[in-house]
């Protein structure tokens, strides 16, 4: 079995991690249409595209939610 990894990090980096593998996934996209236009086999880079996919979702997703509980909208405000 393995324990979850935690670490401490700045919220602030998450947009700039989120960036980073949107970029990432992009190009690798790009990758995969090339290889496959070749003829060339990506088994591999389509199941690390998911991957990618995976930890977009979660970054952007984590952003999300540390960006509504400091800069709260006017739609959740609280119902008296």
Excluded: C, H
């Amino acid at each position: 079995m393995y324990e979850p990894f935690q670490a401490k990090i700045a919220n602030t980096d998450l947009i700039r991690w989120y960036d980073a593998v949107q970029w990432s996934r992009l190009a690798l996209q790009a990758q995969i249409k090339k290889y496959n236009a070749n003829g060339l086999n990506t088994a591999y880079d389509e199941t690390q595209l998911e991957k990618l996919v995976e930890l977009e979702q979660f970054l952007k997703m984590s952003w999300d939610q540390w960006k509504e509980s400091v800069f709260p909208s006017e739609t959740t405000q609280e119902v008296k």
